[in-house]
């Protein structure tokens, strides 16, 4: 207004010139002018002024310049008045215009004209003269791009009056660069009635200003309407804002009266989704009410019962903002949100469950500082952090203390308790860098490892350096004798120069796998030391008297020791064993620590016990050897001699009888971890054949594989070579038959053919037969043939006859129809025996009780009985003893001479004795 009054007055009570000077505005006038409008700060300078001793006066240019230059132009302006007026106390324009005006940025403040703490009140200014502007029109009014972050065109039109501290105005601004968008202000204030009638329309197109300096997502075309009136300490206003047309946000705004400076009321609320960006509209949703009672003065703006009630969240509480020094804040704020999953992307996380927190806030942003504390309870949270989540299950305690000051940033605490954990931290930040401290227990650190019972503790420092190097001391200790430590540095460059020691229970690293069991400790002190990765790490690790027990094949190794040296990027393995079954075991060679993990690996086995206690035992010796990566191709070759061999042909059907479904409920994490293990458990996997590992092993045995069983009592001898790969063995050769008999009741016939062969997935399969005449005359074939686990035994005959009638001339000599009711009985115990469910014999239990290979009833040509018993007494030296009933004796003695070869030699109590070479060739 003052831009108006000064060289109004000026105008007006200046001499009127003579005609001869008409010619000197811009010497006397427009210097006059250019003087009045100016102060500190502000430059004006004029040019082209013309007119001012007419009803009509014109300036060509005005410019305001402040420190940073030129800030504003006003080009080709006119102004129509009335100097009459003056005289009566009045300030008359018909009309004010300019063609060009441009504000390029807002102009620099000086420090006097600043905000000041204390509140004035609202008032127009009383000025000495009445003011009556009838028309103001602007038709190109340019905002740089610095006032509202683009350049833009304007054109105004409006009018405005001020007399006795009563005014009004009504203004419109509308866009004239292409764009849509106009701004309407009527408003009229009175300074003795107090009374503001105020409306405010804005309405622009689809990526207006202020769709833009709102960030409101996709730009929409925006509305925005206030409408208000009433005294100053009762005045009410409604609110409205639109998008696209359609009402997004709406409420009052209600002054109430204060003793010191002013307050209102604030009540809003609506579907805030479509201006909000998605993060943020997921936690409001689609209906958020806002209320507060805001009071401002002495640069102070309160808040009271503030409370915000969204679909997530509900915040409740106060604030305070201002005083002394400007901006100053404090806040008590309660938040409740029912599902924290709707903070997931706005965090970032796979945040879920629900929590209220207490927030408490005193912070000052011109110093830079502030001290906030949070504590809250959260149920069920759910971060996404797969190694975190287990602990968070059911109630979650949070307490954070936190301080910026002029020492520097303080964490005074982080608190987390769980019913599965507890974590504490601390940590200071400042210009001489970074330390923390931690102290974390895990009260179920089962629910991370399974079958890991036990307090697991782990705590320590780190402090990063101002050039950016971090010093790391911790340690954790655990169930099982778990210990470690870290002691070292990690430097910015992603390299590290620190070492690593302490203890290991086996049993964590099998509680990963169902198919290995370990017991014992490893001891490791490593290093680490240059670019973080696998490469890095050396040292060794140390196992002594551990266990290893490999349930699938029932097979465990005790008394297992030896080292793991580690060194660029692979392992070194030279470990010894002891199978609990007998025999030892040497593990050597070197495996790579990074995918595909290629190895080269040897064991060695020294009469190694293999079982299986339902249908086979034995010992193994040789060397097997793995080259290749473990993730696929590797190659498994090797040379295995069997030992002394017994395979049993069972007396039953072996299988696995058929669980129904049973499910066990409230399980556990260590009974779930076991039933898992066991292949038992509703997260247990389904496994193929395992790696596609090629093989080329060789299974020798020239002799002592025993198979007894339904009757059977047979020696063999041969060798198999394994092919193919590990899900699809290929077994090429067989054991053949050396010796053996089959026993039905009191009849012996001599075994005349005989196969053991691998079949499948390492499964034995036989074929043994015996041919005989049966005193009827009848050519008999007795033949057991299939699994080992359940052969078939069939009878056969020449001339052909039905089973039972083969089985009556076999074992009693006379036809079927020709047998008694006890001759029956015995007919069906033999059937029993060759169907399997004859037993084990007492001349077997005999044998097996007294270590013996071979133990037999025999009878000779005259009818006489003698005991025979047979034993290897060394690696190809057989002998046995027949002893009869009649006192007579005779030992011989067979030894193996490789090949088809055999010597042999026997003795009698008689004196008599015989020595030979034999040739034997099975065809």
Request: aromatic share 4%; charged share 20%.
């Amino acid at each position: 207004m003052r831009a108006l009054l000064v060289p109004a007055l000026v105008l007006a009570l200046a001499p009127l010139p003579a005609p001869a000077q008409e010619g000197d505005d811009k010497s006397f006038l427009a210097g006059l002018l250019e003087g009045a409008l100016s102060d500190t700060g502000r430059d004006v300078t004029i040019e082209g002024f013309a007119g001012a001793l007419s009803s009509t006066a014109t300036i060509d240019k005005l410019t305001i310049a402040d420190s940073g230059g030129i800030w504003l132009v006003l080009e080709g302006a006119e102004m129509q008045w009335n100097r009459a007026a003056l005289l009566q106390g009045r300030i008359e324009i018909g009309a004010i215009s300019a063609q060009r005006v441009t504000l390029s940025r807002l102009p620099v403040l000086p420090p006097s004209e600043g905000l000041t703490p204390e509140a004035k009140g609202f008032a127009l200014p009383v000025l000495p003269v009445a003011i009556d502007l009838g028309a103001l029109s602007i038709g190109d009014l340019t905002l740089g791009a610095p006032v509202l972050g683009q350049e833009v065109h304007l054109a105004a039109q409006g009018r405005a009056s001020l007399e006795g501290g009563a005014g009004d105005t009504r203004l419109t601004v509308v866009r004239i660069d292409g764009q849509d968008g106009f701004v309407r202000i009527d408003g009229a204030f009175d300074n003795e009635t107090k009374v503001l009638d105020l409306t405010l329309a804005l309405n622009e197109g689809a990526g207006g200003i202020a769709a833009k300096a709102l960030g409101l997502p996709g730009e929409p075309p925006l509305g925005l309407n206030v409408a208000g009136h009433g005294p100053l300490d009762g005045f009410a206003a409604d609110l409205s804002l639109a998008t696209n047309g359609q009402e997004r946000l709406g409420g009052h705004l209600t002054t109430l009266p204060a003793d010191n400076g002013a307050a209102m009321q604030i009540a809003l609320g609506g579907d805030l989704t479509v201006l909000l960006p998605a993060d943020i509209a997921q936690v409001i949703g689609h209906d958020a009410r806002l209320t507060a009672s805001a009071h401002f003065g002495g640069g102070v703006v309160d808040l009271q019962d503030l409370s915000l009630r969204a679909d997530a969240l509900t915040v409740t509480g106060a604030a305070r903002i201002g005083g002394q020094s400007g901006l100053a804040t404090e806040a008590r704020l309660h938040v409740e949100t029912p599902d924290l999953g709707l903070f997931a992307s706005l965090a970032g996380m796979d945040l879920g469950g629900a929590g209220q927190f207490d927030l408490s806030l005193r912070a000052d942003p011109m110093a830079g500082l502030f001290d906030a504390t949070i504590d809250g309870v959260a149920q069920d949270a759910r971060s996404g952090i797969a190694v975190l989540d287990p602990l968070l299950a059911g109630e979650a305690r949070l307490h954070i203390a936190g301080r910026r000051g002029v020492e520097g940033m303080t964490l005074d605490a982080l608190d987390v308790t769980t019913q599965a954990a507890r974590i504490n931290a601390t940590a200071v930040l400042n210009s001489l860098g970074l330390t923390t401290t931690f102290d974390t227990t895990l009260n179920e650190p089962e629910k991370l490892v399974a079958g890991l019972i036990g307090p697991l503790q782990a705590s320590g420092q780190a402090t990063r350096l101002d050039g950016g190097e971090w010093l790391v001391n911790a340690d954790a200790k655990g169930p099982g004798g778990i210990y470690a430590e870290i002691v070292g540095s990690l430097f910015e460059n992603g390299e590290a120069d620190a070492g690593l020691k302490g203890r290991l229970p086996l049993a964590l690293v099998a509680l990963a796998s169902r198919a290995v069991q370990m017991g014992g400790e490893a001891v490791f002190d490593m290093a680490l030391k240059g670019p973080l990765g696998i490469d890095a790490l050396s040292g060794r690790m140390t196992v002594e008297n551990a266990r290893v027990a490999l349930p699938s094949l029932g097979q465990s190794v005790e008394a297992l020791g030896g080292t793991v040296d580690v060194a660029a990027g692979a392992a070194q393995l030279a470990l010894q064993g002891r199978a609990a079954g007998g025999g030892d075991l040497t593990l050597g060679g070197r495996v790579t620590l990074m995918a595909p993990f290629g190895a080269s690996l040897g064991l060695d086995l020294d009469r190694l016990a293999l079982a299986d206690p339902a249908l086979y035992r034995t010992t193994a010796s040789g060397r097997v050897t793995l080259e290749g990566p473990l993730t696929g191709a590797a190659h498994i070759a090797g040379e295995l001699t069997l030992g002394e061999t017994e395979i049993r042909v069972p007396t039953e059907s072996i299988g696995t009888a058929a669980l129904p479904d049973v499910a066990h409920q409230g399980a556990s994490a260590a009974v779930a971890a076991t039933l898992d293990r066991a292949g038992l458990g509703p997260h247990t996997a389904t496994t193929g054949g395992g790696p596609a590992y090629t093989i080329d092993l060789g299974l020798s045995a020239p002799d002592r594989i025993f198979v007894r069983g339904r009757g059977v009592d047979a020696e063999m001898g041969g060798g198999v070579r394994l092919g193919g790969s590990l899900d699809a063995l290929r077994p090429e050769g067989q054991f053949n038959l050396i010796r053996g008999r089959l026993d039905l009741l009191d009849q012996r016939f001599v075994l005349t053919e005989g196969a053991l062969r691998l079949e499948g997935r390492f499964l034995p399969s036989i074929r043994l037969v015996a041919q005989t005449t049966a005193r009827t005359g009848t050519e008999v074939t007795v033949a057991l043939d299939g699994p080992a686990t359940e052969p078939v035994v069939t009878l056969t005959s020449n001339p052909s006859l039905p089973e039972d009638e083969i089985l009556s001339q076999l074992i009693l000599g006379r036809n079927l129809s020709e047998i008694g009711p006890l001759q029956a009985v015995q007919l069906a115990s033999a059937a029993a025996t060759l169907a399997g469910r004859g037993g084990v014999g007492i001349v077997d239990k005999i044998r097996s009780r007294f270590g013996l290979d071979d133990l037999d009833v025999v009878t000779d040509g005259n009818g006489g009985t003698a005991v025979r018993a047979g034993k290897y007494i060394g690696e190809n030296i057989y002998s046995d003893v027949t002893v009869g009933t009649d006192g007579s004796a005779e030992v011989s003695l067979n030894l193996d001479l490789g090949g088809p070869y055999t010597a042999r030699g026997t003795a009698t109590t008689t004196g008599a004795t015989s020595l030979g070479i034999f040739y034997e060739k099975d065809y």
